[in-house]
């Protein structure tokens, strides 16, 4: 009992320490210099169960905006966190240096306050000032920007605030070393994703990294900060010797940003709604990859495996009978392209049948690249009784940190045969199963030598009932298979129209996995159903094939089924607002019931209009 309760108190203390952890109260600000005609944005940043927050009173400055709240909850490694936002935009009164007081609020019952800030305000700004929204904790002061142009055009200030970046691990990797592909989005407005246009790889063996959901950091470029998401990952493998260049990663996007007139107009109203939407196209960097050739002095087994490799070889068994199978399992373990590596060859006597290998593999695709191992299971089924051996086993493949071959070897094995029931030298039939082969030579019969009693019959072929069947049956089977055919080709004419028919229903079920994510608050996978159920009943129910899905296709098609503009245009801002939801989940403040609703209805309503 004592033992249950010491456990009981450790298990509390440690629960309770887990939860401080993640127990914090901070304050930042856009600048801490600012102009008269410059905003000010501050946020409060509460991480844990809070309650009873109280902002400081903002002396010389008027509240333009706010407060703004945001939540945020993540569960990683068991560990539950939760976050909340309180955004203020300020415009200050008169010139001069003044103190923000702090802030207060009671985390898990407990109070924290944050620490003052000291703000100068100056007269009228010259220069251009970059004040956009969705920056809460840039705190670079204007002295430490780089200075720009006062007539810089929309498209160059959108470029200045998001935009996407291209990484690689290794600019000159050998052919068939692994190497990853980064995109990072740096970004410090509200923006919307409507189409991603991935580049070609060619020349390169690809696998896409599964980033789960990316958690946004702050970095600082060019002396500015940004929030920066990891975006895509790619492990590639390059296939071919010599310069390769990856084209740019294209996004297309809409843009929320606070019109001109507002941002130079200090005596603006900001209670306005006065912003703008643009579409914008996010454009990484090229990347140009150099692949290298391997030394010459390759080894005469070269596999082409490019990496780090371990290799275990053994038997299931080194002492058996005559047409008892033996299994040779080789297992090759590590990082690099495995999923390339063909199968051994296996020096043994004629006295032995060697099937082809069972191959199986337990890979998996991370950040750093491919790794895991690969098995193969060879079986063999000795003959001849006597000693044999299983000769050394060998792996040559090409260490890049190294810079060299390498050749990995395993131990002989030594195989003991007795001799069988006086099967050993029955032959054995190929492409039999593990317990058919254990069955040879038990269903062999000799032949008997005894006289055979064998009479003549008066019966003659030709006329007989058995001529006349075999004399039909050519025209039946033929028959048969026209018939047959006819079939198939009225079934595959069929096939779109079965698919029509079926698309309601196949989205609806598609609907219904939605729901169960949503009852669980799996916000990404209920993302995933609702995007598979409004694209497959898009293609189903107007017969566009899954390459050629486009917007575009899927309005012409809408509108020759006489379906009305409202309900297309909802249906298609309804896929765009998952897709977004998918691929930028931080930017997305989407309700999932309201999604899941509107898929609902808009389904349904499509249906009906298709079918008056």
Same mark, same amino acid.
């Given at each position: ?7 009981? #108190? ?35 940043? *509460? ?234 196209? *996010? ?25 780090? #490799? ?27 392209? +495995? ?30 690249? *491919? ?41 002989? *094995? ?37 006289? +055979? ?160």
């Amino acid at each position: 009992m004592v033992k249950i309760k010491r456990i009981l #108190f450790s298990f509390c203390l440690l629960l309770t320490t887990a939860l401080l952890y993640s127990q914090s109260f901070n304050v930042g600000v856009s600048s801490k210099n600012i102009a008269m005609n410059q905003r000010l944005d501050i946020t409060f940043t *509460i991480k844990g169960e809070s309650s009873n927050f109280h902002p400081p009173k903002f002396d010389n400055f008027s509240i333009v905006s706010g407060p703004n709240r945001s939540s945020s909850f993540q569960l990683i490694n068991g560990r539950y966190s939760q976050s909340k936002t309180f955004n203020y935009g300020l415009r200050p009164n008169k010139i001069g240096k003044f103190k923000i007081g702090s802030a207060t609020v009671k985390i898990d019952g407990k109070n924290y306050k944050t620490e003052a800030i000291t703000i100068t305000v100056t007269k009228v700004a010259q220069s251009k000032q970059n004040n956009w929204r969705g920056n809460p904790q840039q705190s670079q002061s204007g002295s430490q920007k780089k200075q720009k142009k006062k007539s810089q055009s929309i498209e160059e200030q959108l470029a200045d605030n998001l935009f996407i970046k291209a990484f690689v691990s290794k600019s000159n990797p050998y052919k068939n070393e692994q190497l990853t592909l980064t995109y990072k989005l740096y970004y410090r407005l509200q923006f919307n994703i409507t189409e991603i246009k991935r580049p070609k790889f060619s020349g390169f063996w690809i696998e896409e990294v599964n980033l789960g959901e990316s958690q946004r950091k702050i970095e600082v470029v060019n002396g500015e900060r940004y929030y920066v998401s990891q975006y895509m990952k790619y492990i590639l493998i390059p296939q071919k010797i010599g310069k390769t260049t990856i084209n740019p990663l294209k996004i297309n996007s809409v843009v929320r940003v606070q019109s001109q007139t507002q941002r130079n107009d200090p005596f603006s109203n900001p209670f306005f709604n006065n912003y703008q939407n643009y579409k914008y196209t *996010i454009k990484s960097n090229a990347v140009t990859i150099n692949v290298k050739a391997l030394p010459a002095n390759k080894t005469a087994n070269y596999s082409g495996l490019v990496g780090a #490799f371990s290799m275990d070889v053994s038997a299931d068994k080194t002492e058996t009978k005559t047409n008892d199978p033996i299994t040779l399992t080789i297992k090759v373990s590590g990082r690099g392209n +495995l999923k390339l590596l063909s199968d051994f060859e296996i020096d043994l006597p004629s006295d032995f049948e060697i099937y082809e290998p069972k191959i199986k593999d337990n890979l998996s695709v991370g950040t750093n690249g *491919i790794s895991g191992y690969k098995t193969f299971e060879y079986l063999l089924v000795p003959h001849v009784a006597g000693k044999y051996e299983i000769p050394q086993i060998t792996l040559s493949y090409f260490n890049p940190v190294k810079k060299q071959y390498k050749t990995l070897s395993s131990n002989e *094995i030594e195989l003991k045969i007795l001799k069988g029931d006086g099967t050993e030298n029955a032959p054995l039939l190929t492409g039999l199963s593990k317990q058919e082969i254990e069955l040879r030579g038990k269903d062999i019969r000799f032949i008997k030598v005894n006289k +055979l009693n064998l009479q003549e019959r008066n019966r003659y072929y030709f006329g007989s009932y058995k001529y006349f069947i075999l004399l039909i049956l050519p025209f039946l089977i033929l028959l048969t298979v026209v018939l047959m055919r006819k079939k198939i080709i009225e079934s595959r004419r069929n096939v779109a129209l079965l698919k029509m028919k079926k698309a309601t229903k196949k989205a609806k079920k598609q609907l219904k996995t939605a729901k169960k994510h949503l009852k669980k608050n799996n916000s990404t996978e209920f993302y995933i159903s609702t995007t598979t159920a409004l694209n497959g009943y898009a293609s189903d129910k107007m017969g566009i094939a899954a390459a050629e899905l486009t917007k575009d296709k899927m309005k012409e098609e809408l509108v020759e089924r006489n379906v009305s503009e409202e309900n297309i245009d909802k249906f298609l801002e309804l896929i765009d607002n998952c897709n977004f939801a998918r691929y930028a989940p931080s930017q997305a403040n989407f309700k999932l019931q309201d999604i899941y609703n509107q898929s609902v209805e808009l389904i349904s309503s499509i249906e009906k209009e298709i079918k008056q």
